[in-house]
């Protein structure tokens, strides 16, 4: 458009109608190539009627306000250009210039919001929209007004629509009529829309929430009605792509969503990308259930089909269920990457709780990064078999279609894993196995490739460290498998090459759905989803499996579980006792941990012809090495039994508080911990100005005191 230097030439409008808009008229552009604005004449009595259309934008219907007015008087300049006022008056959406909602701030002029009867209703309603304009009324021809339309777009500073029917966080001036949605409420809908359940549904429950905290009538229903309704429009016409370009779209995500951001770093030639999200939901559990107790990795989920490599950190919930905490998409494993991230999530946990701390960091890979694990966290570090089981098991089922022979090489395997602490030759082990099962070309190929060269790394991590139970190895590969069927669904094949989609999907829909399983217990609503929660791990389901269902066969070794669905099948569990244990379920055929597998080894845990799970082996070595004796009487052996002596210690309370179903019975045996001298009260304690006698003499003068310390603060002007 062309650029005009003088408004003496320009046509003056005046379009027909009551009201009219910006959209009404022809703008050209004024001023120079550096700065110019859009600009259009129309006839001064007419400048109301324009204010009301533009008020009445089907988009972004607003109010407008007068940010700043001069005048002059007739005949005060000598001198004058074509475009100098006789009045002038800026007028700003009454959603901004301020932005009073999360993240905003007022004008660094003002110190306190103008209380104008055009501004918007509730403070809450500042958004920061830059939309205004200028009215200038001609000083050369004061019948007609120019306008000047600084920035026509209701946005913020970020470039986002910031109030209206686009908006999904408006709040217009009618608000106060709409009926209060807290934000469980307002999560729950969400969440439930999120995951596809009916809208009547939907409505039936919104209601109920708000039913909650206040009463119901005719008009709170039509108004929850179209609550549900816009909200459900707003999540269906959402996307990922907010920009064509993924690093684009990732930023402008990351802009509107930085509460929900604890590391960020775009990708250079020097550096990798980085990307942290935890959203405020996730923190509060991860300072609820992760105190004091174990925080899990699910590492390098997606690696060869993700664009950047996801990696989960969990805690383990009051149901000893794994739930995501902290999501970190990244392609770098280098140790001050690492360490940079995880020390920013802990400086975030470290700001809602102080004394916030992890007893374990349970990690599932061996070429894991552990020193800064174990500087950040300052805790131990354990290793889960869950990955490794995993990835044998369902490469075995694919590549062998023997069924004697999958159990037979699967357990041959996990001997191989036993034997770290037997002593054995690695690869005499591995020789054997190739020569055993020699006409397994298809397998033993991608073992020798995968496996062998990483094996012995992967054994060597399985003896140095503590190895995890079964019950949360089966609680983190639920969480895999679960974040496996939410990612990699048919129709959304095209987009794993993106970071705005893994990031849309995993604050949307995984979000929501954890979400509503934790409320769904906490609350004991939405029946059938808190029973789909409470099974979904291999170890609850295996809990409801009775004890007579389970019978061993002696020779050849297995054992069989009775069906619970239908009596008359049985499920055969080879290698019974062993976490490679082999069964002939769906579920366990598909690579996973399944409850058959984990009830026998309950069982077999129990009796003294079979051996010890290898969780336990390793933590029999680790008290074995404490007790040993270093010097015969020497201070290190005092030093290793009081080590020893402690753990139990530990464990036993543990175990007492986890079987005992009355805690006050543990907590009444433990001894009194008292408190630092600082925070204990002066209750009871008569303070010595009550004692003493009033400050008076005998003559009823009074005693002059000590002068009290102002706590003023002095000016900067006196201290100079």
């Not at 999540?235 to 930023?251: P, W």
């Not at 390098?300 to 805690?315: M, Q, R």
Request: glycine letters at 4%; a positive charge.
């Amino acid at each position: 458009m062309e650029i005009i230097e003088s408004i003496d030439n320009l046509q003056v409008q005046d379009p027909p109608g009551e009201d009219f808009s910006s959209a009404d008229l022809e703008w050209v552009k004024f001023g120079t190539a550096e700065r110019c604005d859009d600009v259009a004449l129309i006839p001064y009595d007419r400048v109301d009627a324009f204010i009301i259309g533009e008020c009445s934008c089907v988009e972004c219907p607003t109010r407008f306000h007068i940010e700043r007015g001069r005048k002059r008087a007739r005949g005060s300049l000598k001198q004058y250009k074509n475009d100098e006022y006789l009045e002038y008056r800026m007028y700003w959406c009454s959603f901004g210039p301020e932005n009073y909602g999360e993240g905003g701030s007022i004008l660094p002029s003002r110190r306190y919001r103008l209380n104008t009867r055009n501004r918007a209703a509730i403070p809450q309603s500042m958004r920061g929209c830059t939309c205004h304009f200028v009215v200038k009324r001609l000083y050369a021809r004061p019948s007609l007004a120019l306008l000047i339309y600084n920035d026509r777009r209701h946005v913020n500073k970020s470039g986002f629509i910031c109030h209206g029917p686009l908006d999904k966080d408006a709040i217009g001036p009618g608000a106060k009529n709409i009926p209060y949605v807290c934000s469980e409420v307002q999560q729950q809908t969400m969440s439930m829309i999120y995951l596809g359940i009916p809208e009547e549904n939907v409505l039936e429950k919104h209601i109920e929430g708000i039913e909650r905290y206040g009463g119901s009538d005719a008009k709170v229903k039509s108004l929850a009605c179209q609550y549900v309704q816009k909200l459900g429009m707003i999540i269906k016409r959402s996307t990922h792509e907010l920009d064509l370009d993924d690093q684009a779209s990732v930023r402008l995500w990351i802009e509107r969503n930085k509460k929900s951001i604890f590391f960020y770093r775009d990708s250079s030639e020097s550096e990798p990308f980085i990307l942290g999200i935890q959203t405020e939901w996730q923190l509060q559990q991860m300072t609820r259930f992760g105190h004091r107790s174990v925080v899990a990795v699910d590492s390098t989920f997606g690696i060869k089909k993700l664009k950047y490599p996801l990696c989960t950190l969990l805690v383990f919930d009051s149901r000893q269920h794994a739930l995501p905490v902290a999501w970190i998409i990244t392609r770098s494993v280098a140790k001050a990457d690492v360490a940079k991230w995880m020390k920013s999530l802990l400086d975030r946990v470290h700001l809602v709780d102080r004394g916030w701390k992890a007893n374990g960091f349970l990690i599932d890979d061996a070429a894991a990064e552990i020193e800064p694990i174990r500087e950040i966290f300052s805790c131990p570090v354990l290793f889960s078999l869950w990955r490794v089981r995993r990835s044998w098991l369902r490469h075995i089922v694919k590549k062998c279609t023997n069924v004697e022979v999958q159990r037979e090489m699967f357990k041959r395997l996990g001997q191989i894993v036993y034997n770290i602490w037997g002593g054995a030759d690695l690869a005499v082990s591995l020789e054997e196995l190739s020569l055993d099962f020699v006409d397994q070309t298809s397998f033993m190929q991608y073992f020798k490739d995968s496996w062998v060269p990483k094996i012995e790394m992967w054994l060597t991590s399985m003896r140095a460290l503590p190895l995890a139970s079964q019950e949360s190895s089966g609680a983190i590969e639920a969480y895999h498998v679960k974040l496996k069927t939410k990612l990699y669904d048919d129709s959304h094949l095209g987009s794993l090459q993106r970071v705005d989609w893994l990031v849309h999907k995993l604050t949307t829909e995984l979000h929501s759905s954890y979400w509503l399983d934790r409320y769904a217990d906490e609350s004991d609503s939405f029946l059938n989803v808190k029973e789909e929660y409470i099974a979904s791990t291999s170890w609850h389901r295996a809990l409801q499996i009775p004890e007579d269902s389970v019978s061993f066969n002696r020779d050849p070794l297995f054992a069989r579980v009775v069906s619970q669905k239908d009596r008359c099948l049985n499920r055969v569990v080879w290698n019974p006792g062993s976490e490679f244990a082999h069964c002939d379920c769906e579920w366990s055929l598909q690579g996973n941990l399944c409850k058959h597998v984990i009830k026998v080894n309950m069982t077999c845990g129990n009796l003294d012809s079979h051996k010890s799970s290898m969780s336990f082996q390793s933590l029999k070595n680790i008290l074995m090495d404490l007790w040993k004796k270093p010097v015969d009487d020497s201070v290190g052996l005092d030093i290793s039994m009081a080590w020893t002596c402690q753990m139990l210690d530990q464990v036993e309370k543990l175990v007492r508080l986890s079987k005992c179903d009355d805690i006050g019975l543990v907590v009444k045996d433990m001894p009194l911990k008292w408190v630092a001298k600082k925070h204990r009260t002066t209750c009871g304690r008569q303070l010595s100005s009550v004692i003493t006698s009033p400050s008076r003499t005998k003559n009823n003068r009074k005693i002059p005191s000590a002068p009290k310390k102002s706590r003023k603060r002095k000016r900067v002007s006196r201290l100079r």
